[in-house]
Every structure is written in C-alpha cells, then in structure tokens.
C-alpha cells in the first residue's frame, strides 16, 4: 500500500515537472499544468493512479491547507483601506453574476437547487491566478489591479456562506425553492453562522493571541509548528460539526491567527506544506475530468465557454464603471476576472457529494473552468489593445474619459505655462505641495474617485479622468502646460500617456516615473524627457546609507550620487532631438547638467563678483545666468555682483557641482 502510493506520487511529480515547464514557457499558470497533468495521469487517460483515494486524502489536505493560509494572509485593515471597491463593486459583480447565470439556468429549465449553485460557481473567479499575473506584470497597484484586488477579497468572503449553504439546498425536497426559505432549517442555519462569528470573534480577540505568545516563548519552532497545525485542523474539526466543511473550518482558524502579530511567522512555516499539498488538489481535480464526454460534446463546450468568459467580463466591467471609473480601468477589471476560481471548484466538489450536481454537468463545469483558467494571461494580454479600441468609439467617448458620475470640475482655458500632475499617490501629492509652496499652478489628473474627493475637500485643482483619453488631457490645458509629471502604477497606461502628451504638445518637457531600469528606453523613445527609475533611486539610497555607515565625507558621497546617477540614465538616453538647444546639453553631452542654486546669507560668494572668485577657473562651473527679485539676468561679465538670494542657474559636471554646492550655502560657525 505504501510502496503503491509512493509510486503514485513520484508518477504525479514527475508528469507536472514536465507539464509545467512546457506551460512556464507559454505562460500558462502552473494552477492549470497540475490539473492538466491530473487529466494525464487519471482513470479517463491514461490511468497511470492506482491509489485513486490516498490522492484524494492528499488533495483534502492541500485544500485545507490553502484555505487555512488565505485566511492567516487576509488583513482586515487591508480589506478597509479598499472598502470601497471590495464591498460595493464585490457585491454588484457577484451579485449581477449570480443573478444571470442562475437566472439563464432556470430559463433553460433546471431545477431551482442546480440553477442557486451553478449562479455560485460561475459568480466568483480566481484569486491565485489573477494575483499571480498582475504582479508579473507590474500592475497590481494600477488602478484595475487595485480594483480586482478588492472584489476578489469580496468572492473569497462570499464563498464562505456559498459553502456553507450547500447541505441547505442539498436538504431542499425536489430541489423546490419553497422550503429554502421557510422555517426551522433557516433559523437554524442563522443561529449556526451567528454562533461561528462569535466563537471567531472570542478566539481571535483573546485566546489564540494568548496561546500563540506562551507557545513563541518557548522559542521552539517545532511547538510553534505543532500549535498552528493544531489551530488549523482543529477548528476545522470543531466547525465541520455544524454542518459546514472542513475547508470552511481551516479558512475561519485562518482568520482566527490574522488579527495576531504571528500570522506573518505562521505563513512561512505552512507555505512549503501548502504548496505541495495543494498541487494534489488541481490534481485530484483533473482526474475526475471525463476527456471522453468532453470531445463527444465539444460544440456545446465551446459555445458555453465563449457565454461565461463574455458575461463575466462584461458583468465585472459593470461594477467599476457603477462606481465612476474610465471605460478602459473598468473593461481591465472585468477581462481579468472573466474565469472560474478555486472556490468554485470546492463548491462543486461539495454539491456533486450533495447530490445537487449531475455527473454530466459537473463534467461540464470542469472543462469550463479549466479552459477559462488557461485562457487568462492571454485574455489580459489582449486587455489594453482592446479597450484602446473601445475607448475610441465615439458613442463611449464620455464613459471612455471617465465622466461618469463624477464632476470633472472647471477647466482651466486660461492657465498656461503651468504644471500637469498625473496620479495624485504618494508622489503626486508631494510634488502639489511643492509646487504650491514654489507657487507653481498646476492641475492634478486622477481616475480614482476616493482620492479625487479627497483632493477636492483640501482645495486642489484635480480632474477626475483617464489620462490615456485625449479628452482629458485637453480638460487639463495639456497644449498650453510647460512640464506634464507622470506618477501612477500602470506600466502601459505610462507609455500611453506619454505618447498622448507629447502628440498633443511637442515642446513640453514629460516627467515619467517607473519602477524598473528596464522600461525607461522605451520611455525616452515615446517621448520622455526625463525618467526617474524607483529601482535606480533605491539603489542610490542604500549606498548612500551604506557609505554615511562608513563616515565617508558628505561632499564626496554626493559627488558620487551625481556621477552615478549621471551615468546610469546617460547609458539609457537614446533619444533624437530634431534641434539643440542649452537645456539639450543634459541629455546630448556625457556628464554635463544645468541646475539652480541659491546664494544663501553668509556663504562665501554673498557679496563677490563673478570676477572676484573666478568660479570656471577654481571650480569648473560656470554661472550662466542669475535670478534676482523675479527677474532673470543674462549676458553676465566678472564685474557681476553675487548677491545674498540670488538664485545662480550653474553648468558643469555633476561632481564638480556637488563640490562647489557648499560655497553657495551659509557658513557653519
């Protein structure tokens, strides 16, 4: 016996290796090489398992486990910072999910029990799979990403009552609606949830916090271990006793250790457990996947898989959009929750024990869910092609600009010269407070709605809209702006509204911020002047720390700062400029800048002429011109006076800059 299943799962490991390195390479989540090698491996192909039941076992196990570590990472401080998005938009997608696909089962005649549980599986999608890709492509901080972030919270939320509810409408005579609603077995039903909640209150609140610090005491990773394998497993067995499944128990005793200051400890000790464990729960699904009445109705297969990813994507789209945001985020949100989810899986697993599922049709659910599950990274590389596409459609042209809902405020026909800021985040609220201590004007663009209110209540100039829409950018006065800062997390709506920028005004000059090193080339192509790397800038923080460790010397450590960061984006700048002027010496002439610096009271040119100190001979740097009283003067000769307050606009290398920055401030008695 033994021997037998130790055969088994080498066979299983094996076949997924391979699998998963063919589907690694066309970019297919690995999620889906396990239930392919399931199909590979099961009675209906080439039934290479013969011990079908302790795979089984396994595949309980992995389920549990995977609840159990869902629930220890879901934060409910995370869940209010989005509480927005995850309860209303998650509610309107399940909600409007739901309703359809239940409502298109009993329009075809299924029986009201069948119809409640398949409105269940096709409502929710896949959180792994969605979470995996977006963080692949950088855009789980975009505006769509959050988005999708939030109502996938929601359906893992939703799933719970969901599961719950199975030996309910299992326990329904004929499946008839009628006693789904009626009397004891519902009161019952509320009195259990209502009891759950409280004992998962209790626990969390007071006692698992207080075991969990005696048991970290002991300094005993062993114990520790014990302790949460224990946790799980027995709330798991303590919930199973009201009906609900074990998976629901290890998702609540999840939850349970969230709230303590181990749940972060706790993670990386099952993480390993559940990964492994886990593998045999897509695989024990694929096993039970019939290939045979697959292709003997794959007319039907097709036509039903075409219905679920449309509608979901469309009905998922709609919950944005009710919202307020831009056509473009909303369509994202709904191409990348257009798939089944784990959970629906453990829904239906639960409804064919129950009874409430045919064979047939949950045969159908499988290669449904299979095949939106594959189809998602190339779903959502078709994403942003897409909606570019619909958002040109003049009958969408407002929904597309993200006016929905949301007053875009008064434009600005007579500002000019002015700053556009793109993403009111972290940076771009820094940059609005500098510019208004620098009484710079500037109109702030954001197409999220939370922080356009916001802005709004503290007195900023912000626009709701998509910036990639042309239409927006006109409502900021984009022709007339003289520098356009873009800072948002959406890695391609960068490159589009670069692009849009620089095709609506060729003289001003775009700021871009990223994340890697890697796509500032691309950016300099379409049209950047400048892009700010946070990979880069990180770089230079740490080594900055690092030589401060060192008692390096001030004055040479920002020597080096500049060099580097001279250097770095030099070797990235490939750009043509059709004509030179001064400022074109930054990006045309290796390790050359022009930057401004104040004259500061009691610094030792306060007071001198250009002449006097003779700064290009004894400093390599030349003033080229000097800004006193809102003035600017040129054409400046040796008999120049240097004023304290001037603002000295300097040329030269970075490092002889860093060094001579220290004439220009206050001397330290």
């Known amino acids: 016996m033994v021997f037998a299943l130790f055969t088994d799962i080498l066979i299983v490991f094996a076949i997924a290796l391979i699998v998963g390195l063919i589907f690694n390479r066309i970019k ?64 309107l997608q399940v909600g409007l999910s739901f309703i359809f696909f239940c409502g298109l089962a009993l329009l075809f005649g299924w029986p009201p029990g069948q119809a409640i549980l398949m409105g269940f599986l096709l409502s929710l999608s896949s959180t792994a799979i969605v979470l995996k890709i977006l963080h692949e492509r950088g855009e789980i901080d975009s505006p769509h990403g959050s988005i999708a972030l ?67 005491k002991t300094k ?112 994202l949100t709904g191409l990348a929750l257009a798939q089944v989810g784990e959970f629906s899986f453990i829904i239906a697993q639960s409804g064919m024990t129950a009874g409430i599922l045919p064979t047939d049709t949950y045969q159908m659910f499988l ?20 909606t570019s596409r619909i958002c040109r459609i003049p009958a969408l042209s407002r ?56 802005a709004r209540l503290e007195g900023e100039p912000v626009i709701f809209g998509d910036a990639t829409s042309e239409g927006v950018l006109s409502h900021a006065g984009v022709r007339l702006a003289r520098i356009a800062v873009v800072a948002i997390n959406d890695p391609i709506a960068i490159r589009k ?25 691309a950016l300099y192509l379409i049209g950047a002047d400048e892009v700010i790397a946070e990979e880069f800038e990180t770089s230079v923080e740490i080594f900055t720390v690092v030589l401060n460790k060192y008692f390096i010397p001030r004055d040479q450590i920002d020597a080096f700062i500049s060099e580097v960061r001279a250097g770095g984006y030099q070797m990235l700048r490939k750009k043509s400029e059709p004509q030179a002027g001064l400022p074109d010496l930054i990006k045309n002439i290796p390790n050359i800048t022009i930057t401004a610096l104040t004259i500061e009271e009691g610094s030792l040119l306060a007071g001198k002429t250009l002449g006097g100190f003779n700064l290009r001979k004894r400093h390599n740097i030349t003033i080229l011109a ?27 290398t970075p490092s002889y800059i860093a060094l001579a920055a220290g004439l220009f401030r206050r001397e330290k008695s």
Request: charge should be negative.
């Open 367 to 386: 290669a449904i869910a299979l095949v939106t599950m594959a189809a998602t990274p190339f779903v959502l590389d078709l994403g942003h092609p897409f």
């Open 220 to 331: 005993n990773q062993e114990m520790f271990l014990l302790f949460v394998v224990l946790i799980c497993f027995g709330v798991a067995w303590l919930v199973s006793f009201t009906g609900a499944s074990l998976a629901i128990g290890a998702l609540l005793a999840g939850l349970i250790i969230s709230g303590s200051e181990y749940s972060h400890q706790a993670v990386s000790i099952i993480l390993p457990f559940r990964d492994i464990f886990t593998s045999f729960f897509f695989i024990s699904i694929g096993m039970l996947l019939n290939i045979h009445f697959v292709m003997a109705n794959i007319g039907l297969v097709i036509v039903l898989i075409i219905i679920v990813l449309c509608a979901k994507a469309l009905l998922a789209t709609a919950a944005p959009l009710a919202l307020g945001y831009p056509l473009r985020t909303a369509a």
């Open 399 to 454: 929904i597309a600009q993200g006016t929905c809902g949301v007053d875009d405020g008064e434009p600005h026909p007579e500002r000019k010269d002015h700053l556009i800021i793109i993403g009111f985040g972290i940076t771009g609220r820094n940059l609005a407070r500098a510019a208004k201590n620098g009484h710079i004007p500037y109109t702030i663009v954001e197409l999220n709605p939370d922080l356009v209110t916001a």
């Open 28 to 91: 297919v989540p690995p999620l889906v090489a396990f239930i392919l090698t399931g199909i590979i491996v099961g009675p209906y192909g080439f039934s290479l398992i013969q011990s079908e039941e302790q795979v089984t076992v396994l595949a309980e196990i992995g389920i549990i486990l995977l609840l159990f570590t869902i629930g220890l990472e879901f934060s409910f401080k995370d869940l209010w910072k989005i509480r927005l998005i995850a309860l209303v938009g998650g509610a």
């Open 626 to 652: 000097l800004q006193r009283n809102g003035e600017t003067h040129t054409g400046l000769g040796g008999e120049t006076l240097l004023l304290a307050g001037d603002v000295a606009i300097v040329y030269g």
């Open 150 to 216: 939030g109502i996938l919270i929601f359906q893992d939320l939703a799933a719970i009552p969901m599961i719950m509810a199975i030996p309910f409408l299992a326990s329904t005579t004929l499946f008839n609606i009628e006693p789904l609603l009626s009397g004891t077995d519902l009161v019952w039903l509320v009195f259990q949830d209502i009891a759950i909640m409280i004992t998962l209150i209790v626990s969390a609140k007071w006692i698992i916090p207080r075991l969990l610090y005696e048991i970290a």
């Open 497 to 521: 509204i670069t692009a849009q920028v620089r095709r609506l005004n060729s003289g001003i000059t775009i700021i871009v911020r990223t994340r890697y090193i890697s796509e500032m080339e």
